[in-house]
């Protein structure tokens, strides 16, 4: 399948070495890291990662394996509560929130390994995500009053929308665990997209597709930023799709950042050729 060439993005210098694109510059960053590290055992499994993210940007974390980058999104969402640092969700500090409390905060996020529900209906996992925005008494939904239907019939037509995006509304009755592995891949996002976030992460999300699938879903990722209006930042191992879709890319070596910036300047960067290649032996 051919694709047409994205345009380039105008990058534009922020403080602590950050960058956004230049349609966000005059925005506050979505998400904002100061300096955050975390130890485990006495061993720095991320050191001094700082990054901004725009509202509507499409930042890629990439790096060889163990460099550090699911602990990131661990400690994005408060997973693991980092040593030093901080982060800021759109200027908010979000120390010693819960997961559930960053997650309503704004952020949601996808994982390497698959983690839906897999004996409930495709359209049962998104229902349940959407669980925040279907409010109505107790007393309504035990008797079955009229607003506890009213609310589960626009809770079901925003779950069926949500569906849309990827063409599952077909898949809607099915049991999350029979569907093909990508296609248990885009429910993941659809039901990460049903909390209603502002910064999206995906960690590998076309772990498991096919050339033909990884296209589609790089168009998808573009889509659901224009649609949506909100960020996303993602792990992953296929270049073609980093560099084809992330605006702003980081590269993570042992927990450090060791370059920053368009697929251009990563892809030309001493640092970065070294650690995924390995530094040439002096002849």
């Known amino acids: 399948m051919s694709r047409t060439p994205r345009p380039k993005t105008k990058l534009v210098p922020q403080p602590t070495t950050n960058y956004l694109p230049e349609r966000d510059a005059d925005k ?11 130890d485990f055992g006495g061993l720095s499994a991320v050191s001094d990662f700082n990054v901004a993210v ?41 120390a010693g929130k819960s997961t559930t409390e960053v997650n309503r905060m704004g952020i949601a996020r996808t994982f390497q390994n698959i983690r839906l529900f897999r004996q409930l209906s495709v359209l049962d996992n998104v229902l349940i995500a959407l669980n925040n925005e279907t409010r109505y008494s107790a007393l309504s939904a035990i008797l079955r009053l009229p607003e506890y239907w009213r609310r589960e019939r626009i809770a079901r037509d925003r779950a069926m929308e949500l569906l849309s995006i990827f063409d599952m509304q077909p898949l809607a009755d099915q049991p999350a665990g029979s569907l093909p592995y990508g296609a248990q891949r ?7 997209l049903a909390t209603n976030p ?24 573009v889509k659901i930023r ?17 560099m084809g879709i992330c605006e702003v890319i980081g590269v993570l070596n042992f927990g450090r950042i060791i370059a920053k910036g368009t697929s251009d300047d990563i892809q030309s960067n001493p640092l970065v050729i070294e650690a995924y290649l390995g530094k040439k032996k002096e002849g």
Do not use: C, W
């Open 54 to 94: 725009g509202p509507t940007e499409i930042a890629g974390l990439i790096g060889p394996n163990g460099a550090g980058k699911t602990t990131i999104f661990n400690l994005l969402t408060n997973v693991y509560k980092p040593t030093r640092g901080t982060i800021l969700l759109d200027g908010i500090d979000t």
């Open 28 to 38: 506050r960053p979505i998400l904002e890291t100061r300096h955050l590290g975390i």
């Open 186 to 192: 885009r429910l993941e996002i659809v039901r990460a």
């Open 226 to 242: 224009d649609t949506f209006q909100i960020a996303i930042m993602l792990i992953e191992h296929d270049m073609n799709l980093v």
């Open 198 to 221: 502002s910064l999206l992460l995906l960690d590998e999300p076309a772990a498991g597709m096919n050339p033909s699938e990884t296209s589609e879903l790089m168009d998808n990722i």
